[in-house]
């Protein structure tokens, strides 16, 4: 359907449901102190589309089209409208079409009671005291495990179908298939991205991957994840002094961690485990876990009963079990089965199409000792260093919105923006940057390239 203006706020979403927010997604990924870079109308056309059930995707396209498509991968398991605000005005604004999915996943995350969840066998209780959802028996029930698994393999393949099905889209709308293709991410985003190049050099010229996670059997945010897990009950009561449980961290990959003077964010690492809600170091590995090893089992009771395990409350007999305890995922180890399981997807490094990678220095979530690096490593065995370029960006994090929390972060957004326009310049004008196969640590965008 043709709009007068396609920019996020503007264009007609549909409406939110539980854990499905299309514009909340959009704005939870933007850094408050950044502004849209799209300041006049962009009409177009907008396409809601969908692959089956639960499996949905949106096609922009400008009527100042400039011949060029770019496909963006989602974060997490968040919406097809995730990157409307960060990349899809700025690409709607420079007259590319945009293309976004939701990898199959129908919905983020439903915060519940445990005794009105659907499926207690995949759910995870909150363990922490944080605005009293242990306490209140609140379970998180994902998207990517209720009502089905979606694996991540699935979430890999689905970047290949939505470019397909964005390219059929955009021909159907302008009379011409794209004479470019791009692709663009944000964590799994950019895992999704990584992928693409490696499997379907066809269907895209290059692409920007924004601090991705790099799966491969042997090392994972499976493994690094518990590791994290295990050290920061201890780490947490000791008012973030205790100094095995630093140097256990940092030698699981984490950069160091940023103290500050302000009682509701005064550890970084603690905004990632216990003081933050969604808890992304104990969700994702409850999450990941759940979805790719066939050796675990979880079950919630109604209430959980769990002990925190950073205050000791709660204490007595659990009342859930297996996976489902906070002790069990930080004692975890991936089995034999989920390191094939992973295998299956996993990157290879072996790139048959140019790709800029960009990552945080103080991301302690997809840490880049652990991912960037590992990908370079990877990339480098294969072969592939000419075409691969990796920049870190100093105080930068995993999500960009935690930059207003302090500890000196900042935004990672503009160095992706002139990422993309690096890239650009290498596939278009074959102008090819110097240090590719190289890590550089950069502090303006204008060092990229």
């Known amino acids: 359907m043709r709009y007068p203006d396609l920019r996020f706020g503007q264009v007609p979403l549909p409406e939110p449901g539980p ?31 969908s692959f089956g059930e639960g499996s949905r995707f949106v096609v922009r ?18 919406s097809e409208f995730a ?7 700025w690409l709607l604004a420079r007259g590319y079409a945009f293309a976004s999915s939701n990898k199959g996943v129908p919905y983020n995350g439903v915060f519940e009671p445990a005794s009105e969840t659907p499926d207690p066998s995949v759910v995870y209780p909150v363990p922490f005291d944080l605005y009293g959802l242990r306490e209140a028996g609140t379970v998180v029930r994902g998207g990517a495990l209720y009502p089905r698994r979606v694996p991540i393999g699935e979430w890999h393949e689905d970047m290949a179908r939505l470019t397909r099905a964005a390219r ?49 059997p042997q090392s994972s945010i499976l493994d690094y994840l518990p590791a994290f897990l ?17 140097e256990a ?4 990959g984490f950069p160091p961690d940023r103290l500050q003077d302000d009682p509701a964010h005064p550890s970084l690492w603690n905004d990632h485990y216990a003081n933050v809600a969604p808890f992304y170091a104990d969700l994702t590995t409850f999450v990941f876990g759940s979805l790719l090893d066939p050796e675990l089992h979880s079950q919630a009771g109604n209430p959980p009963n769990l002990t925190d395990p950073v205050s000791g409350a709660g204490g007595g ?29 996993a990157h290879t490094g072996s790139l048959e199409r140019p790709l800029i990678g960009v990552a945080g220095s103080a991301d302690v979530f997809v840490t880049p000792a652990r991912n960037a690096t590992g990908y370079l490593d990877a990339v480098r065995a294969a072969g592939r260093s000419d075409r691969y370029w990796q920049y870190l960006v100093e105080n930068g994090t995993h999500v960009d919105g935690y930059a207003i929390f302090g500890y000196g972060l900042r935004p990672i957004l503009p160095f992706v923006w002139a990422a993309f326009e690096r890239m650009e310049q290498i596939v278009e004008n074959g102008d090819v940057p110097a240090g590719a196969g190289t890590a550089r640590t950069i502090a303006e965008p204008g060092d990229i390239g």
């Open 19 to 49: 854990g499905y927010e299309p514009a909340g997604d959009a704005v939870q990924l933007f850094s408050p102190g950044m502004t849209s870079p799209a300041l006049e109308p962009i009409p177009g056309v907008q396409i809601l589309d």
């Open 61 to 78: 396209v400008p009527d100042a089209w400039n011949g060029k498509l770019t496909v963006c991968g989602t974060p997490a398991t968040r």
């Open 83 to 89: 990157n409307d605000l960060n990349l899809g005005d």
């Open 168 to 216: 059929a889209h955009v021909r159907a709308v302008t009379g011409r298939q794209p004479r470019r293709t791009y692709a663009l991410g944000l964590s799994m985003g950019g895992g999704q991205v990584r992928w693409l190049l490696e499997r379907h050099p066809e269907l895209a010229d290059g692409g920007v991957e924004w601090a991705s996670p790099f799966w491969s």
């Open 230 to 246: 295990r050290a920061m009950p201890a780490y947490v009561r000791s008012g973030f002094t205790d100094e095995s449980a630093r």
């Open 249 to 252: 961290i940092h030698a699981a």
């Open 317 to 345: 007999e659990p009342g859930a079990s297996g996976f489902a305890l906070p002790e069990v995922r930080a004692a975890y180890v991936p089995s034999a089965a989920a390191r094939a399981n992973i295998a299956g997807f």
